[in-house]
């Protein structure tokens, strides 16, 4: 290295030294830490409120007649007796086209939750003489957390 007059290297006036650099990594690394465990620690309405947007987006893809990621949230005891390809075929072959879902209201304890959705359908050729009926009916989706997750849970047959 060259040295200036002053007898100091070229690169010491650029370089911190490695003591100056520990306060401010060690405080970064502190905040880091613990704003992953603030986002961890969730209130009660907050885990109800992901839970419905779970609910919302469960629906959106039924009503989009994305099969494979409606079934994603199907618990892990129905998709252990129920394969895609069954669960796919079910719904295609139903009678019942579902036209559209709304949000109405929720009740929930710890492990289980009722959630309402208003939702829309469409019958084709329902009676003779009768192209279509369309209406609407108030479902009650029910939801277990296992796990630490959220998961729906279909009425049994």
């Given amino acids: 290295m060259s040295k200036m007059k002053t ?12 003591r100056r650099l ?30 419905i947007e779970r609910a919302k ?28 390809i069954d ?21 929930c304890t710890e492990n289980t939750c009722t959630i309402n959705f208003e939702v829309g359908f469409m019958v084709i050729r329902p009676v003779p003489g009768m192209n279509k009926y369309e209406s609407s009916s108030v479902l009650e989706d029910q939801w277990v957390k296992t796990g630490g997750q959220w998961w729906y849970l279909p009425k049994q047959k």
């Fill in 7 to 18: 007898g100091k290297s070229l690169n010491s006036g650029c370089r911190p030294p490695l």
């Fill in 22 to 51: 520990a306060l401010p990594v060690a405080l970064m690394l502190s905040i880091l830490f613990l704003s992953a465990c603030a986002s961890q620690a969730t209130a009660p309405g907050d885990s109800e409120d992901a839970l």
């Fill in 57 to 84: 987006d469960r629906w959106d893809t039924l009503l989009a007649g994305d099969f494979e990621s409606a079934y994603a949230y199907y618990s892990p005891g129905y998709r252990s007796t129920t394969s895609l």
């Fill in 87 to 107: 669960f796919a075929i079910g719904i295609r072959t139903r009678r019942v086209r579902w036209t559209s879902a709304e949000y109405k209201e929720h009740s």
